[in-house]
């Protein structure tokens, strides 16, 4: 179990606003050992991955990696890493045993990033019932102007929104009448520092700008668990997951 003497307070603000931002969840020492990982994932393992592990915001330019899936399936580092202090912590706020599903490297590169469009990642999972979450890992310092993420606070509570299909690789649904009064008096821009964690509930209404930085990547990781409870709708997932690579394979996106 993840206890530590702040936990009351993490869980009180999760459940109440759908997500909770922990400052230096990771100390200076295990962060830098984490990016020496990402570093030697993506000098080893990534060139050995297929076009639906990898993204670019375009494909021709290798600096444009925006995204990488599934990391603790292609290594055992990730994979102890996503087993260890994330899973404890998942198992302490959805309150049951959980299942890791996927850790995720998200970059936002100078003036190529694109943003997130406004989503719930409950739309994406199929979940009955909808017992998930995301962490969000800070790797370099994540603000207003390199993309910070934005969450819609209370909106776990308020239900699942219509989405429809957007033009952004690794986003593929976004809310389609996203900006309501209630949505912009309800935005709360969480600015991080390396190390820092967000948590958010998969209802939970959130989106980020676009990389306006000249020079400063936007670098995370993305912890997804599902509660033990979440009935998935596979063959639906499926489904879906196939018609998306198809289009995308046609778009020339990956
Ligand atoms: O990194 C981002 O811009 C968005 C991440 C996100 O939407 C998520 O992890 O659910």
Redesign the pocket.
């Known amino acids: 179990m993840y206890l530590m003497k702040e936990t009351p307070q993490i869980v009180e603000s999760y459940n109440r606003d759908g997500f909770v931002a922990i400052p230096s969840f990771f100390i200076p020492e295990k962060l830098e050992e984490i990016k020496f990982e990402l570093s030697r994932f993506q000098k080893q393992i990534m060139p050995r991955l297929g076009s639906s592990e990898v993204f670019y915001e375009d494909k021709s330019n290798s600096k444009s990696l925006k995204q990488i899936q599934r990391m603790h399936q292609h290594d055992s580092y990730f994979f102890d890493l996503m087993n260890d202090e994330p899973r404890l912590l998942a198992e302490v706020l959805l309150g049951e045993e959980v299942v890791p599903k996927n850790l995720?490297y998200?970059n936002?590169p100078p003036l190529l990033g694109s943003a997130?469009p406004p989503?719930q990642?409950g739309y994406y999972f199929m979940l009955e019932p909808c017992s998930a979450l995301?962490m969000?890992l800070a790797l370099d310092v994540v603000d207003e102007e390199n993309?910070c993420?934005r969450y819609l606070r209370c909106s776990h509570k308020k239900g699942m929104r219509l989405h429809n299909r957007t033009q952004t690789l690794g986003?593929s649904q976004g809310i389609t009448d996203f900006g309501t009064k209630d949505d912009i008096a309800n935005e709360i821009v969480c600015c991080a520092k390396p190390g820092d964690l967000l948590v958010h509930q998969a209802m939970t209404v959130?989106r980020?700008d676009s990389n306006n930085s000249i020079s400063r990547n936007r670098r995370?990781l993305?912890f997804i668990f599902y509660g033990s409870s979440a009935k998935e709708n596979i063959e639906a997932h499926q489904r879906y997951k196939m018609k998306l690579e198809k289009e995308l394979a046609l778009e020339g996106k990956i």
């Open positions: 995720q998200f936002k997130t989503h990642d995301t969000w993309g993420i986003f959130h980020a995370a993305g």
